[in-house]
């Protein structure tokens, strides 16, 4: 069965230094994957995405790669920040044939100490 | 600020009563899900629907859920009877359905049933 893998344990990093956080499936070939942020209490909120055609992806501190070779996907916030902290979940997608859901990984707690 | 709207935001209930979640998607979206979050099974696909018609429901228990969209701005998601195991936190989202896209979620509902 499909399975998306995300570190379940938090992830703490000092403010400033770069936070990587791990994205690994297994029986799924995607199309495209997203990642979102979420924070206690609220919905999940569209940070990135990156198709299966694109190793790499940025917006201003944010950047994911994409490796369907390993089936894993990385997402690094560079100079991170207090306000960074939330749980970030991947979610993979088909495209086309009506297939528009996505399915999600459990999400990684990303803490920023300062 | 176009969002996405919940209605209720927490809703208690006790085990056998008939609960009626609603979602307003962004003015324009014309695909809409409902997604469901608990701590062990993470962030669940149930249903989602296109310019209001439903296109997959395979995520939702069909002898108690149902989803609609009366209309292009109001879309229900309906447990009847609920039971404690329904005790989770539901998200509506919507989108421009297409080949590739973001979701936006709403605030969700946090259903407690006892």
């Known amino acids: 069965s499909q399975k998306i893998e995300q570190n379940s344990e938090a992830l703490n990093i000092q403010e400033g230094k770069t936070a990587t956080l791990t994205c690994n499936y297994t029986?799924?070939?995607?199309?495209?994957l997203q990642w979102y942020r979420q924070d206690p209490g609220r919905g999940p909120v569209f940070l990135l995405l990156?198709?299966?055609?694109?190793k790499e992806k940025r917006k201003e501190r944010l950047k994911v790669t994409f490796d369907t070779t390993l089936k894993q996907s990385l997402f690094h916030i560079t100079a991170s920040q207090p306000a960074d902290s939330a749980t970030y979940l991947c979610?993979?997608?088909?495209?086309?044939?009506?297939?528009?859901?996505?399915?999600f990984g459990k999400g990684t707690h990303l803490i920023i100490q300062p | 600020d176009a969002r996405v709207t919940q209605t209720p935001r927490h809703k208690v209930t006790e085990m056998g009563q008939e609960v009626t979640m609603r979602c307003q998607p962004i003015?324009?979206?014309?695909?809409v899900f409902w997604y469901r979050q608990t701590m062990m099974q993470g962030l669940e696909l149930l249903a989602y629907f296109r310019n209001r018609a439903p296109l997959d429901d395979s995520g939702m228990p069909k002898d108690r859920f149902s989803a609609e969209m009366p209309d292009a701005t109001l879309a229900t998601l309906k447990i009847q009877p609920s039971e404690p195991r329904d005790s989770a936190v539901y998200f509506c989202?919507?989108?421009?359905?297409?080949?590739?896209?973001?979701?936006?979620f709403g605030p969700g509902t946090r259903l407690t049933v006892t």
């Open positions: 990156i198709r299966e055609n694109e």
């Open positions: 029986n799924y070939s995607p199309a495209y």
């Open positions: 989202a919507s989108g421009l359905g297409g080949t590739i896209y973001e979701q936006y």
């Open positions: 979610a993979l997608g088909s495209s086309g044939g009506g297939a528009d859901g996505l399915t």
């Open positions: 003015l324009g979206h014309n695909t």
